[in-house]
Every structure is written in C-alpha cells, then in structure tokens.
C-alpha cells in the first residue's frame, strides 16, 4: 500500500493536465468564435425552425438602433448603400423586444428599395 | 562574428506548459459561444392586392397574449388544431395583421405556430 503511494507522487499533475486538455478540446470543438455582438441585444428565441444558419446580420436593438459588424449605422438608407446588392437574402437580427409593427415598416421600407428576400434570425431556445 | 550560443538541453519545465495550457482553456472558454441560428422569412404584402377571394384567405390579428382567427379568439395552443380544421374547409392562406403593442418575439411565436400548418400561405399586412 505504502509503496504505490509513492509510486504515484508525480501522477496528480498529469492527471490534472489530461483533464484541463480534455477541457480545452471541448470548447474549441464544441464552442465557436463569434464576431463581437452588440451589447444589450436580446434575440428572439425559437423552437422546431430549421437549424443552423450563419450569423452575419443586421442587428436592430430594442431602441431601433441599427448595428451591422459591431458598427452603428445611422439609417436604413446607409445600410441599403452599404451592401453590395438587394437581390441576394437580406438578414435582420432584432432584439426580441423591439415593436414588431417597427419592424415590418423597416421591412417594408427594404422591399420598397427592391430587396427580394428578407429573413428574421432566431437563436435556438 | 558568430556567437555561439551555450544551448541548455534541459527538459521544459510542466509549470509553464500547463500555463500555457490553461491560457488557451481560459481563452476558448471566454471567446466560444454555443447559441445557434435560425432564420424565418418575412415579407410585408398589400392587404387588399391579395387576389384571391376572401374565403380563402383566413385573417389572423395577433395581440399580445391570444390571436383572433376570423374574427374568434384563439389561445395559442388552439391556433394549430384550428388553422388545420381551415384548411380542412379550404383556406389556401392567412393574412396576419398586428396590433399595436406586439413584440418581435410574439411575432416570431406565432409566425412558427403558422408555419407547422404547411398548406398555408403566409402574408403579413403592411403597417399602417
């Protein structure tokens, strides 16, 4: 008994690594970076939607601010000036508390400027 | 001139490895999110360019906590079994309008209760 005691003095610190690297291989496997979210924002939660899409958006604060790629935008027009082309999918990420008839006059206003397809973004509850 | 250097063949000591190690756990572990992305389309259509008959197109008012389905009040665990016996009866669609003080996210949850009836098609009322 004594003697595996012994044996083993220099084992902890193994151990400790192989479980801090097991730590670390999950989160880099199962974790992904993300661009830098505004802060504040809180994203509409939904079930039993097709998964998984990427998360490049539009965000809408609940306030109406527009953020794209952690930059505050002024308007609307300015997005619309900013992106290369309104045929291809339009992503809006609004703040699940941001009034609903706000955002479909916003919706409207894309469709107006000749935006073919919009999509609203869920994170998965 | 070249100076040669005394090189010091000494293992690596574990302390610093396992510094290293946990700096990298500790940075994944801040920078890595695990929340997913869905997406539902929208699109705001004329409420009177519809086209087809009214009796086909079944109107749907959401407010804050209940839906109002052709004119009836209906919870929204009801609204699925009820927009199916509509289809049943030969309703092609629904156009949703909104009230006043409704959130996006009430938007959302009743937008994907819709969406499990497949038959339907979806048109939101422009806002006034």
Redesign the interface.
């Known amino acids: 008994m004594k003697r595996s005691f012994k044996a083993s003095k220099r084992e902890p ?1 193994i151990s ?2 192989n479980i ?2 097991l ?2 291989i999950f ?2 496997v ?5 661009a830098d979210r505004p802060s504040g924002i809180e ?13 490049d958006a539009l965000d809408i604060l609940s306030d109406g601010t527009l953020v794209m790629q952690g930059k505050t935008l002024a308007s609307l027009e300015q997005f619309i000036a900013e992106i290369e082309s309104l045929d291809s999918t339009i ?11 706000d ?3 916003r ?2 206003a894309l ?1 107006g400027a000749g935006a073919k ?8 509850a | 001139m070249s100076l040669k250097r005394v090189r010091n063949r000494r293992r690596a000591s ?1 302390t610093s ?2 510094d290293v ?2 700096l ?2 500790l940075f ?2 801040l ?14 259509a004329n409420a009177a360019g519809g086209g087809q008959s009214s009796s086909e197109i079944a109107t749907l008012r ?1 407010q804050a906590n209940r839906v109002v389905c052709n004119e009836r009040e209906t919870v929204d665990a009801d609204l699925v079994s009820r927009l199916n016996e509509l289809t049943a009866s030969g309703t092609t669609g629904v156009m949703i309008g ?1 009230a ?10 009743v937008l ?1 209760l819709v ?2 009836v497949p038959a339907l098609s979806i048109q ?1 009322e ?2 006034s």
């Open positions: 610190i400790l690594i801090v690297f730590i670390l989160f880099m199962a974790g992904s970076l993300s994203f509409i939660q939904a079930e039993g939607l097709e998964c998984c899409t990427e998360e992503r809006l990420r609004p703040d699940r508390n941001y009034p609903a008839q955002l479909l006059k919706v409207k469709q397809h919009i999509v609203i973004l869920t994170e998965q | 574990i490895l396992i190690i946990f990298l756990l994944f572990m920078a890595s999110t695990f929340s997913k992305f869905s997406e539902i389309d929208i699109a705001v959401i909104l006043d003080d409704v959130s996006t996210q009430r938007l959302v949850d994907s969406k499990q939101i422009e806002p």
